[in-house]
T-cell receptor, first 116, second 114 residues
Framework: DTGVSQNPRHKITKRGQNVTFRCDPI?????LYWYRQTLGQGPEFLTY????????KSRLLSDRFSAERPKGSFSTLEIQRTEQGDSAMYLC??????????????FGEGSWLTVV | SQQGEEDPQALSIQEGENATMNCSYK?????LQWYRQNSGRGLVHLIL?????REKHSGRLKVTLDTSKKSSSLLITASRAADTASYFC??????????????FGAGTRLAVHP
């Protein structure tokens, strides 16, 4: 399978614990995006990377959230001291260039987080 | 905040009928993309229409774009039960950071009954 891969697919954690999600983009894609989606809503932009550089970070991403893409390939999204409001699906996507140039953005299957 | 708004929020039709979903947005865009999402799954890209295009087809899908009205529509012809899903429009515009990113609406939930 050569699509965007996300792990784990499901995570249940207790409030206050830290969680980390991993995303492996499509090979050779230099752009990587993280989105968050809650039930009944559309995906909300969190952050994106071009290669290893984090180009933009949404105000939705509080200090408890950190994303990295150390070698410009896979990325991790860490949530520290989780809260119940963090329960959502975290979607990763990748593309081969700027969306403005008309390149399709491909999404992974998402990682479901439930904070209890 | 979300850029696009889809209308209707939910749509229920019979197999064989056509389904039309609309999307309105607020700012100038480079392109607009439609995605499909089955329950609990990731998003699947359906079609991209550039700001200088007015209509685009892909199989049973037809997308229109009216930049003067800042609106787009997705038409699914001869719908099938397998088309049951949520459909999202996403606008690609250049924001204050100087970079482009997709901003999604809340989606239209389509139910196609056999």
């Amino acid at each position: 399978d050569t699509g965007v891969s996300q792990n784990p697919r499901h995570k249940i954690t207790k409030r206050g614990q830290n969680v980390t999600f991993r995303c492996d983009p499509i090979s050779e894609h230099n752009r990587l995006y993280w989105y968050r989606q809650t039930l009944g809503q559309g995906p909300e932009f969190l952050t994106y990377f071009q290669n290893e550089a984090q180009l933009e970070k949404s105000r939705l991403l509080s200090d408890r959230f950190s994303a990295e893409r150390p070698k410009g390939s896979f990325s991790t999204l860490e949530i520290q001291r989780t809260e119940q409001g963090d329960s959502a699906m975290y979607l990763c996507a990748s593309s081969s260039g700027q969306a403005g140039s008309g390149n399709t953005i491909y999404f992974g299957e998402g990682s479901w987080l439930t904070v209890v | 905040s979300q850029q696009g708004e889809e209308d209707p929020q939910a749509l229920s039709i019979q197999e064989g009928e056509n389904a039309t979903m609309n999307c309105s947005y607020k700012t100038s865009i480079n392109n607009l993309q439609w995605y499909r999402q089955n329950s609990g799954r990731g998003l699947v890209h359906l079609i991209l229409i550039r700001s200088n295009e007015r209509e685009k087809h892909s199989g049973r899908l037809k997308v229109t774009l009216d930049t003067s009205k800042k609106s787009s529509s997705l038409l699914i012809t001869a719908s099938r039960a397998a088309d049951t899903a949520s459909y999202f429009c996403a606008t690609d515009a250049q924001y204050s950071g100087g970079y482009n990113k997709l901003i999604f609406g809340a989606g239209t939930r389509l139910a196609v009954h056999p």
